[in-house]
């Protein structure tokens, strides 16, 4: 996956783990959320983008946001399943179209990968996420815009 994957949007490189590891962590300290720290998530980023476990999105120069991709075999179809694990912007950058265009090279990452669905999670308090996600067609909607509420759970082992 060489070519840009959208305007002022690149993958990242294994060059990139200290800024995807900083703005990882920064993103679980916004939220209240624990964090190994920006060095260790560097490390573990370096090797899930070196086992190709990850793809890592990056926009703006510093980088300012992150989009991190991954991708299974689809039990449905012949395709894969993308799955967004992380969308990151930085607050000072939010509201000038960052998520967005993020998005928008997922979108495109993910068919030109092979992808024929694109899941995710994003906590009912976080309007500014949901407001986009929606923006762009996705639905937490089984079946049809009326159909019930889907939920994503998660638990700790």
Known sequence: MSSPPGPG??????????????LLHDFNR???EPTPGPDRLAERVRELMNEQQITVLLAGTAPDGLAVLRFRPAIWSEA???YLAELYVVPRLRGRGLGRALMQAVLAAARRRGADRIELGTSDSDVA???????????????SPHGPVMYF????L
């Open 80 to 82: 894969l399943e993308c």
């Open 9 to 22: 949007v690149r993958f990242a490189q294994l060059a990139d783990a200290e800024g995807i590891g900083q």
């Open 30 to 32: 916004e939220f209240g």
């Open 153 to 156: 759970y998660e638990r700790e």
């Open 129 to 143: 996420a949901r407001a986009l996600y929606e923006s762009l067609g996705f639905s937490n909607r089984e079946g």
